[in-house]
């Protein structure tokens, strides 16, 4: 192959149109006779619906409909979730509340209107009363059996409880030397936020029977079966597009409400019909991430090795279960070892229904919080033994490149957790930073160095393990001109995968990058696919691709080979050229296209045409890692947290294109660190939402945040031909406990523990205010 | 109520309803959807227009206000042979944007930092996007989009 593609630094197909204001997100589709949706929602946490009066909003200008929960009720089938849990409760959750409502923004009536202006205005008239009832918000609260009930028939608040034990625990009873640790640890709700809120069109076309939907949706191919189901129309006239979406983060890994009503109402009205989500909405009714809260308990041995860990999870689900709602935790249980040879392990998981939005998958979906346990676990020991951070993990990790299967049942695909470690230990000098924190503390100046050595699990994943198949679908076909369309299952909004499939292909079939063209998102033209979510698409959809294009060589090959009289498995494909390793025998590329295509002498047995699709099936996840550094200055005075330097080393496998990679890092990394100091999503004890507007709401800006220094180890995955892992959620999930690791070091001379997040400056400030620890 | 406006140099006169946003009408009635809208709070960014030269957040200002008005919209950035502004083409040599959404925003909040302060530093590129937020690239590829556009433009705008 005479073109180097892979690994370099590539730039992407997609932002041609992007940087030209060229793109369509849903909200750009012009349709005609495209009628408006707005949602009259729930302002109370719990009520009972006594009454809705539609009078007066059925007489506003523009108004085609107005309906409420009992007109789709029967006619529009409930909101899906597809996880399975042993045990699991799953109350109804139609599309419009029924009877009562369960959460601050929960959809009531829905209003069919004209334009937009007109819609919203409608919708204001729509008078509500309502029952208020107690609500349930304090997870602690909504275990007790004098909490009110989220959902009455259900008996209780507790969706599910799920235990993980595994190793020896009697072993670890029986050591006299081990010593516990007790630490709750409270992982704050979160917005997703993306820029980009939903949207939705949908168009019943009458004459054709077929019902079109653009949803701004990481699984066009799940949400068209499941819309199908929902309004009961024959699947194979349902088409779903993703369009160009404008970030997700998770929370576009789902079928919601709004989609289902659209669908609906255009089938009732036979025109389109949209739904373009407010900011406001998309802050209460978009699915939420994190929220736990982790009761641990540590038992170590003097010399730092963690000998075991048990933890008490609650899980706050929200309301009603969305798509992956009560899965997200049991990856928390699953993950919570990181990359730490702890031989005993107890995980509760006990999952509550309160009166607030569903939280579901949101950048790293429950390994987020597994991380910021046990790097959270690994410091406290550390400060308990007055060990450096380094120390204790290089005492607890496994040996480099030894399959162990974890006491949680996990084994990793590949690890050196001391290579990386080492690599980010050089990058951000820290023996040198160690002496310069000594130098300012003796100034009263607060420097402090977290670290986090994380593991993640990542391209989900093998169907057996996943709700709804974890395989991957790609085509590669080989158009009569030569060309190259490829198509993909997955469907990425940002990410970056029409360069990097393009890569792939175009460096396998040894043709410009530029005759590559990819597409996905539009379930017309993409046979099968299951979506973009935990850093699956390149590592499982990339090799599907990568497989479907070997298929169409081994196919060109042989048309090659038949017509010089030469064997197959002597053609290279190089230069626009199909060959002999030697040159001596060569075809042009197109004129092998055109043997498939003319058709007119194929070896016996060969299919005109060069279409192939290949159907990928992971064997397992993948398992990346890495370590990270961060540095923070605390204000002694103000107790502000500022961030000075950041050095990531990430080991996400193969890279097929740096510049990606670093992309994917970065933001991350933005995410983890918006979490550790500044983000929350916060409920008051009545469960109205306080963080209801963007004011309310600390998505981090570009002064917030240092240069990030980022490197990389490439260890290939034996999971997949390509060897990637996958890189969308790891500066997510590895930053985060960096961050407060370094917070929490920086006040060590007030002999700080622990401090839940968001580190804000006030809860640093009243550590300050305490004055120096006696023993610090 | 009719205005008068001049989007990306083409004269344009219509009949607008008094509560209309600019950003409603740069999208809805001319057409030109590649301004986006994010939060119509005038928080997040991704609407900014210049309006006779100035970014301006075009979710939280009535169309009537731009009545007389220059505006110029990302669609307006491109030349009429085609040719990218240095900063779009910044954007897209750094990889400056993933889903593309904050970008129009991005690049015409940039584009007035470059007018008023043609060789800013990283912090000072940093601090001229506060009203711009993207959640997809932790913005260093923004700070070298941006770097690499003022030099190219070689320290004066166009």
């Known amino acids: 192959m005479s073109v180097k593609l892979l690994g370099e630094r590539i730039k992407r197909k997609e932002d041609p149109r992007l940087i030209q204001g060229r793109g369509h997100y849903v909200d750009d589709l012009p349709l005609c006779n495209m009628l408006y949706l707005a949602f009259v929602r729930s302002p109370h946490a719990h009520a009972q619906i006594k009454s809705i009066q539609l009078e007066e909003a059925r007489k506003m200008p523009g108004v085609g409909a107005i309906y409420t929960g009992k007109d789709l009720d029967g006619r529009l089938g409930l909101i899906p979730c597809a996880a399975g849990i042993e045990g699991l409760k799953i109350p109804d959750h139609p599309c419009l509340a029924l009877g009562r409502v369960r959460y601050v923004g929960e959809p009531v009536a829905v209003v069919v209107a004209n334009n937009r202006y007109q819609a919203a205005d409608a919708a204001a008239k729509v008078e509500v009363d309502y029952n208020a009832l107690p609500a349930v918000v304090d997870m602690d609260r909504a275990v007790a059996p004098s909490s009110p009930l989220v959902h009455e028939s259900l008996g209780d608040n507790m969706a599910f409880v799920a235990k993980l034990e595994g190793g020896d625990w009697k072993a670890v009873e029986a050591d006299a030397s081990v010593k516990v640790l007790k630490q709750r640890l409270v992982n704050q709700r979160l917005a997703p936020l993306s820029m980009e809120t939903r949207g939705v069109v949908a168009s019943y076309s009458p004459g054709e029977d077929t019902l079109t939907v653009w949803s701004s949706t990481q699984i066009p191919h799940l949400l068209k079966t499941q819309l199908a189901v929902m309004t009961g129309t024959d699947e194979a006239r349902v088409r779903v597009i993703a369009p160009e979406v404008g970030g997700a983060f998770g929370s576009k890994l789902n079928v919601y409400a709004e989609e289902g009503v659209a669908c609906f109402v255009s089938r009732q009205f036979g025109q389109p019909v949209k739904w373009i989500e407010s900011r406001r909405e998309n802050l209460m009714a978009t699915i939420h991430g994190r929220d736990q809260i982790d009761d641990l308990e540590i038992y170590y041995r003097p010399d730092g090795k963690v000998v075991g860990l048990k933890c008490r999870i609650l899980a706050d689900l929200g309301a009603y279960h969305q798509l992956l709602t009560p899965a997200i935790p049991t990856l928390t249980a699953l993950m919570i070892l990181g990359s730490y040879n702890i031989p005993a392990v107890f995980v509760e998981t006990k999952g509550l229904f309160t009166n607030k939005m569903a939280t579901d998958a949101y950048r790293g979906a429950g390994r987020p919080e597994a991380t910021y346990i046990i790097e959270r676990v690994m410091d406290l020991v550390a400060l308990e033994l007055k060990l450096d951070p380094v120390e204790i993990r290089l005492k607890n990790f496994p040996p480099p490149g030894k399959d162990i299967v974890l006491a949680t049942g996990v084994s990793y695909d590949t690890d050196n957790y001391q290579k990386t470690l080492k690599k980010v230990l050089t990058l951000s000098s820290y023996k040198k930073l160690r002496r310069e924190q000594a130098r300012l503390r003796k100034k009263g100046k607060y420097l402090g160095i977290g670290l986090s050595t994380y593991v993640e699990i990542c391209a989900m994943g093998p169907s057996s393990r996943m709700p709804a198949g974890g395989w991957e679908s790609g085509t590669v076909r080989v158009e009569p001109t030569g060309k190259v369309t490829v198509l993909s299952g997955t469907s990425p909004h940002g990410q970056g995968e029409e360069t990097s499939f393009a890569q792939i292909v175009a460096e396998e079939l040894g043709v410009p990058y530029d005759d590559v063209t990819v597409y996905h998102g539009d379930t017309n033209q993409v046979p099968m696919g299951i979506g973009t979510f935990g850093s699956r698409t390149t590592a499982v959809g990339g090799t599907a691709i990568y497989l479907a294009t070997q298929r169409i060589k081994r196919k060109m090959a042989r048309l090659a080979a038949h017509k010089l009289g030469v064997k197959p498995g002597e053609m290279v494909f190089r230069d626009g050229k199909v060959e002999r390793e030697d040159g001596s025998k060569s075809m042009k590329f197109a004129e092998v296209v055109g043997e498939a295509y003319f058709a007119k002498q194929l070896p016996s047995g060969v299919e005109p045409g060069l279409v192939e699709n290949f159907v990928f099936e992971p064997p397992n996840y993948t398992y990346p890692f890495g370590a990270h550094v961060a540095v923070v200055e605390v204000d002694g005075e103000t107790g502000e947290v500022s961030l000075r330097n950041y050095y990531a080393v990430d080991d996400c496998g193969r890279i097929l294109n740096p510049m990606l990679v670093d992309g994917q890092i970065h933001g991350g990394l933005a995410q983890g660190i918006g979490q550790a100091l500044w983000e929350e999503h916060v409920y008051d004890e009545n469960g109205q939402l306080l963080t209801g507007t963007l004011m309310d709401c600390a998505v981090p800006k570009a002064h917030q945040l240092c240069w990030f220094e980022t490197a990389n180890t490439e260890t290939r995955t034996p999971v997949n031909p390509l060897g990637v892992k996958g890189v969308g959620e790891a500066g997510t999930i590895g930053s985060t406990p960096a961050i407060v690791n370094a917070v929490i070091d920086a006040l060590q001379p007030f002999g700080a523990r622990h401090l839940d997040m968001p580190l804000k400056p006030e809860k640093v400030w009243r550590i300050l205010k305490q004055g120096p620890a006696q023993a610090a | ?158």
């Open chain 2, 1 to 158: 109520m009719n205005i008068r406006v001049r989007i990306n140099g083409a004269a344009r006169e219509d009949e607008v309803e008094p509560r209309l946003l600019l950003v409603h009408y740069l999208r809805d009635v001319a057409g030109l959807t590649g301004t986006h809208i994010g939060c119509e709070t005038s928080i997040c960014g991704a609407c900014t227009v210049l309006m006779n030269g100035e970014a301006v957040k075009s979710c939280t200002l009535l169309a009537v206000q731009a009545d007389g008005a220059e505006i110029t919209t990302i669609e307006g950035l491109t030349a009429e042979d085609g040719r990218l502004h240095p900063l779009q083409q910044g954007f897209w040599e750094e990889h400056g944007l993933q889903c593309g959404f904050c970008t129009p925003g991005m690049i015409l909040a940039a584009h007035q930092l470059l007018s008023r302060n043609p060789r800013p530093s990283r912090s000072e590129i940093r601090r001229a996007l506060e009203g711009n937020l993207c959640r997809c690239t932790g913005y260093q590829h923004i700070v070298k989009a941006i770097e690499w556009a003022a030099e190219k433009m070689g320290g004066s705008t166009s």
